[in-house]
């Protein structure tokens, strides 16, 4: 499932509120084991351009 999580982000990437509600649904598709990887790519691929978005999901996580 994380794969597909992955795939999705990358296509919505050009818009932040598609991609914000992109990020909300796969993170609730994926398990507790797999959050850990998904929060280190995402951080790594879009940290660039959505710090914010990520901080506001991953944060409430840590």
């Known amino acids: ?5 992955k795939t999705i982000l990358l296509k919505v990437s050009f818009d932040k509120k598609l991609f914000e ?3 909300r649904k796969g993170l609730n598709m994926l398990t ?8 280190d790519w995402c ?9 914010g978005v990520l901080n506001k ?6």
């Open 32 to 39: 507790p084991n797999e959050v850990q990887e998904f929060k």
């Open 1 to 5: 499932m994380i794969e597909y999580v």
């Open 57 to 62: 999901y991953f944060v409430k996580l840590a």
């Open 43 to 51: 951080y790594k691929t879009f940290s660039k351009i959505y710090l």
């Open 21 to 23: 509600k992109e990020l």
